[in-house]
């Protein structure tokens, strides 16, 4: 048995095998975005693992976190491997640092998440929308239901603070 479902056409399957991922896109589906804390040295972690990777220690427990943060990087895909991703070149996959544990447990580590710009209701953002963020942007979380009660989480411009002018790779 697995968790199915599917997303921009593209079957996504979480086999129980996988637990961590699997309680990750489920909690996502519930709206709220949750990271495993370490039940030993209580930092917290992502992606999802099977042990603490500070300390090692297996067990975990799920703790919610506020899903605002600030762009820490990102890459702009002009070429898009996967079929399903071409209708929506050239889009960007962002490294979000949130803002729980910022420089912690050294001033170079940070809770930093992988994912897409989106708009406010989950959908893939426009060029338009592209070209507004760039490093430095605040960021909050939105989710895009995928079925099987999981949501995949993505990203769009916290629209409730004013933004700064964030950082842009130059145009070639
Ligand atoms: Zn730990």
């Known amino acids: 048995m697995s968790l199915q479902g599917q997303y921009l056409g593209m079957n996504v399957a979480i086999p129980d095998l996988d637990q961590p991922n699997q309680e990750f896109y489920t909690h996502c589906g519930q709206g709220v975005l949750h990271l495993q804390a370490c039940v030993k040295c209580n930092l917290l972690r992502y992606p999802t693992t099977t042990a603490c990777p500070w300390c090692s220690e297996p067990e975990s427990a799920w703790m919610p976190v506020s899903g605002k943060g600030t762009l820490y990087s990102y890459g702009e895909v002009h070429h898009a491997i996967q079929p399903a991703f071409r209708q929506f070149t050239p889009y960007l996959i962002l490294l979000v ?12 580590d940070g809770l930093r998440i992988n994912g897409n710009l989106a708009d406010a209701s989950g959908e893939l953002a426009t060029p338009e929308l592209v070209e507004t963020v760039g490093i430095g942007s605040r960021l909050r979380v939105v989710f895009k239901s995928i079925g099987d009660g999981m949501a995949i989480p993505l990203w769009t411009p916290d629209t409730e603070i004013e933004q700064e002018s964030p950082w842009r790779y130059p145009d070639n």
Request: no cysteine.
């Open 97 to 108: 640092e949130l803002d729980e544990q910022r420089d912690t447990p050294s001033p170079f």
